[in-house]
């Protein structure tokens, strides 16, 4: 089994920063990329940020030049810096990672559980 644990959400005040982390831990053979993702009340899960291990990032419009995606490949963690929050970016913020189990299976993605990011104005 595979399982993401995210921590570090919480309540934050406008302006301020919070540093969410996730860990991936199970059977994993290798992980190609992992993310971020936020849903907020009453609207559709969205991407916030995505980064292949190794190589590149990209974020959602909303959050670019505020949020920092970044990875420790060795400990199968990925972060996201969030600086200069609004209170738009309250949501439950998932966890996410396309990875392989063995060498033999497909790529599948995999979800943690979320963490709750409110930020009050």
């Known amino acids: 089994q595979v399982q993401l644990v995210e921590s570090g959400g919480g309540l934050v005040q406008a302006g301020g920063s919070l540093r969410l982390s996730c860990v991936a831990s199970?059977?994993?053979?290798?992980?190609?990329?992992m993310g971020w993702y936020r849903q907020a009340p009453g609207k559709q899960r969205e991407l916030a940020a995505r980064?292949?291990?190794?190589?590149?990032?990209n974020y959602a419009d909303p959050v670019k030049g505020r949020f920092t995606i970044s990875s420790d490949n060795a400990k199968k963690e990925v972060y996201l810096q969030m600086d200069n929050l609004k209170p738009e970016d309250t949501a439950v913020y998932y966890c996410?990672?396309?990875?392989?189990?063995?060498?033999?299976?497909?790529?599948?993605?995999?979800w943690g559980q979320g963490t709750q990011v409110t930020v009050s104005s």
């Open positions: 980064i292949i291990l190794g190589g590149s990032t």
């Open positions: 199970g059977t994993i053979f290798k992980i190609q990329a």
């Open positions: 996410n990672a396309e990875l392989k189990k063995r060498p033999w299976d497909p790529q599948s993605t995999y």
